[in-house]
């Protein structure tokens, strides 16, 4: 695992490994001891140019590479992934902070996708369609964009930047790959190591390790890209949409939620308790699916209170790399202050803290608050962090009202003895995905995923991957002669 954190500390460009060319170096710290693990010299606006272009340049003949062959490289990559599960889970642990359990859960849906982008590989398929013009034959050809930009978060870097750079590649792209600063291996060199090892041509994937502050906007307005996917908060992501739109460039955007998870008055408590838990509090409750408002239905909040209390006060705190813990660090201080700041004001403006977690470097511990006024400015927002909130309502339209009272639309959950009744609920949630009688917090690889409102443009997964990363190209051919007016 050290490894990875002395050998990846680099940029990769055009299938070389090499010093960034900024003035100043991004320090790949340790979140839970502190420890230092790399130091990356950034990339220049110049070598996001020449990573563009190095995909600009190798694109064609892989788009021409015969869709088995790209195949086979999908393949290599797995296995590659499989063979090296144990060095990359200890990676996750190290640089995200992820518990043993978080890592397991990434890479085991890293490994799906995977499988999934292999396959996709043979999906890029066309249609001839009929026309109202005698002799006329309508073909439209499925074809690669050229070049995706992707921008993946510090949450799950691993699985999310595979998320968007697999598939693009198996449909026929390249890829210039910018991880977060804060996971700049995971999310990014360790990337470029998965696909050297499977013999992916040079050029095709390109990872450059950087900051805006060096190299402004030039990763999204750069000429050769034409789909950038980003996946992270939708304060950035509305910038990247702005700058996108302003050079037409289509934007796939997976962006923040504030989920709730409903339990109405005939849901079975005790496992509604366990799904609320894990939905709130996995990987420290920095998930954009989590389940930041929990709303039970008054006829069982008495009961759900308690156990839910009880449970999350026995959720294991502290150092990741044991397996038996359940919540590690936060990202950063900055990050962990932020949420301590956030519960405190919160319960200075009247919420009643059933638990108040306090925070010992970057690790903080579990709070639940109840007792909210329904215009509490944290009932509107994406908390990052180990924080549940309690809200009762009296019967679904209310619970219906309270769960749309967001900008947010991404996940969801409804817990009741009656699944059509979850059904007709889930409906009514102005959200791109919502899960009956289970937590919020889930991904598969055929499934369109995406939000609503506030949380992003377009799906990813499955069949939605053809949309996000190829174009469709009309070519007509007039087996006979048309008939011109003049």
Request: proline letters at 5%; glycine letters at 10%.
């Amino acid at each position: 695992m050290t490894s990875y954190f002395t050998d990846l500390a680099q940029q990769y460009i055009d299938g070389e490994w090499r010093p960034g060319k900024g003035s100043w170096d991004i320090i790949d710290f340790n979140p839970y001891s502190g420890e230092k693990l790399a130091s990356i010299t950034v990339a220049t606006a110049g070598e996001v140019d020449q990573a563009y272009r190095a995909a600009e340049r190798a694109q064609p003949e892989w788009a021409d590479t015969n869709p088995y062959a790209r195949r086979t490289v999908l393949e290599k990559a797995l296995r590659f992934v499989e063979e090296h599960e144990a060095e990359i889970s200890e990676a996750i642990v190290a640089e995200l902070g992820g518990t043993r359990l978080k890592a397991g859960f990434e890479l085991h849906l890293a490994k799906e996708f995977l499988r999934e982008a292999a396959q996709l590989t043979l999906r890029s398929t066309g249609q001839i369609l009929p026309s109202p013009t005698e002799g006329k034959e309508n073909r439209v050809y499925r074809l690669p964009v050229g070049v995706v930009g992707v921008i993946s978060p510090f949450n799950f870097p691993f699985l999310l930047s595979l998320k968007s750079v697999a598939p693009a590649l198996a449909l026929g792209n390249a890829v210039v790959l910018k991880p977060h600063q804060n996971t700049p291996v995971c999310g990014g060199t360790l990337i470029a190591k998965v696909f050297e090892e499977a013999e992916l041509p040079a050029g095709l994937l390109n990872v450059v390790v950087t900051d805006i502050a060096e190299i402004g906007d030039s990763l999204l307005e750069h000429p050769v890209p034409q789909v950038i996917s980003f996946t992270g908060s939708d304060r950035i992501g509305r910038h990247v949409a702005t700058v996108c739109a302003g050079n037409f460039k289509r934007a796939v955007l997976e962006l923040g939620g504030n989920s709730a998870l409903i339990v109405l008055d005939d849901a079975d408590v005790d496992y509604a308790v366990d799904a609320a838990v894990f939905s709130r509090y996995i990987h420290q409750g920095q998930v954009c699916m989590a389940a930041n408002r929990i709303l039970v239905d008054r006829s069982v909040e008495e009961e759900f209170t308690e156990k839910f209390v009880a449970k999350v006060a026995s959720l294991r705190v502290g150092d990741p790399a044991d397996p038996t813990t359940h919540i590690g660090p936060l990202i950063s201080s900055s990050q962990a202050d932020a949420v301590s700041r956030l519960v405190d004001e919160t319960v200075e403006a009247g919420a009643t803290a059933l638990l108040h977690g306090r925070a010992e470097g970057n690790v903080v511990s579990p709070s639940v608050l109840t007792g909210l006024a329904a215009d509490s400015p944290v009932l509107q927002q994406e908390i990052f962090g180990p924080v549940a909130l309690l809200v009762p309502f009296d019967g679904e339209d209310e619970a219906v009202r309270i769960a749309n009272d967001t900008p947010y639309g991404l996940s969801g959950a409804v817990h009741t003895g009656n699944i059509e009744r979850g059904v007709r609920v889930g409906q009514r949630i102005r959200t791109g995905m919502i899960h009956i009688n289970d937590g919020t917090v889930h991904d598969e690889p055929i499934v369109p995923f995406g939000g609503e409102k506030n949380s992003g443009l377009g799906r990813l997964n499955g069949e939605s991957m053809l949309e996000a990363f190829t174009t469709q190209k009309w070519i007509s051919v007039q087996h006979g002669r048309s008939q011109f007016p003049f």
